[in-house]
């Protein structure tokens, strides 16, 4: 089935414990993003990255990190969580066209629900 | 610098009502505007996009340019309409990456 998969979906952690979420996806997409998701504030980009090796910054990288290593694999990294990251988050992937390789079209996962005493 | 604006946190209508979920946007370039939906317990999903111009589950939307806006409709809501919906642009940035950006989303309650 094609799908991205996120683990863990839930996690619970305190302060300065480093963490890494990982996502991984079997559609051959070139592009992958990270969101989190607050109330009120909607999805927000964390990271995003459009092919093995290239990433860039989304509108709220503070706090994370993330490595393209491999298309498939997107993992999130939270190097010393706070409690500002208690969050919901969501990696999305799609696949390119000759317009560029983000269509707008994102498949999900089902979250990770992250938890920062 | 881009912008979507969805007014209404909060929607509730009566099963056969119709429904309107608000999206207003922000952007100097050519948009292209999606809405998104999330029913509980499922991942977030692609609903419509303008450029497609098809009904999803008797949703529509219209891309206003002079408005600047791209609302969704539907004129009879169902019960397994609830659910939180996302309106999104895709937008290119300076770097010529096209990415995209939410709005803060509408949780839509349909009342039996």
């Known amino acids: 089935e094609a799908q991205v998969t996120q683990n863990p979906r839930y996690l619970i952690t305190v302060t300065g414990k480093k963490l890494t979420v990982t996502c991984s996806q079997n559609?051959?997409?070139?592009?992958m993003s990270w969101y989190r998701q607050d109330p009120g504030l909607g999805l927000r980009q964390i990271y995003y990255?459009?092919?093995?090796?290239?990433?860039d910054k989304g509108d709220v990288p503070e706090g994370y990190k993330v490595s393209r290593k491999e298309k498939r694999n997107f993992p999130l990294i939270l190097e010393s969580p706070s409690p500002n990251q208690t969050s919901l988050y969501f990696c999305?992937?799609?696949?390119?066209?000759?317009?560029?390789?983000?269509?707008?079209?994102?498949?999900f996962g089902e979250g990770s629900r992250l938890t920062v005493l | 610098a881009q912008r979507v604006t969805q007014p209404e946190k909060l929607l509730s209508v009566f099963k056969g009502a119709p429904v309107e979920l608000k999206c207003n946007y922000s952007?100097?370039?050519?948009?292209?505007l999606f809405w998104y939906v999330q029913y509980s317990r499922q991942r977030l999903q692609l609903l419509l996009r303008?450029?497609s111009r098809e009904s999803i589950k008797g949703f529509t939307a219209d891309l206003n340019k002079g408005e600047t806006s791209f609302h969704l409709k539907k004129p009879f809501a169902q019960e397994e309409d609830s659910a939180m919906y996302y309106c999104?642009?895709?937008?290119?940035?300076?770097?010529?990456?096209?990415?995209?950006?939410f709005g803060s989303g509408t949780q839509l309650t349909v009342l039996p």
């Open positions: 999104a642009l895709l937008w290119i940035s300076s770097g010529s990456a096209r990415q995209l950006t």
């Open positions: 990255s459009m092919n093995v090796e290239v990433t």
């Open positions: 952007y100097s370039g050519s948009p292209e």
């Open positions: 999305a992937s799609t696949q390119g066209t000759s317009g560029g390789p983000n269509t707008g079209e994102l498949f």
């Open positions: 303008h450029i």
């Open positions: 559609m051959n997409h070139e592009y």
